[in-house]
């Protein structure tokens, strides 16, 4: 199965993925290139979570991540009259 890369800008994640998750390193990230099921392995292999869990918290991660993004854009002209 090929590996999917996280949604939206890795260059713009990257700090964010730092404060989540503390114990993976910024070199750690250089190597990733935003690739999720690689990121979700240095996550497990730092933490005593299980595989279950770290899934949950990076799908959440994209999820809030998405939402800034869209709640950043402006309006596309729906509004009040």
């Keep these: ?4 890369s996280l949604r939206g800008s890795w260059m713009q994640m990257k700090s964010a993925v730092l404060d989540q998750w ?3 390193s910024a070199e750690d990230l250089a190597s990733l ?7 979700m392995r240095v996550i ?7 595989y279950g869990e ?3 918290e990076v799908a959440e991660f994209e999820l ?3 939402r800034a993004g869209y709640a950043s ?8 009259d």
Excluded: C, H, T, Y
């Design 1 to 4: 199965m090929p590996d999917r």
């Design 22 to 24: 503390p114990s993976v």
């Design 33 to 39: 290139a935003g690739q999720r099921e690689e990121l």
């Design 44 to 50: 497990k292999s730092r933490s005593n979570k299980s």
């Design 54 to 56: 770290i899934e949950r």
């Design 64 to 66: 809030r991540d998405l």
């Design 73 to 80: 854009r402006p309006a596309l002209g729906i509004g009040r």
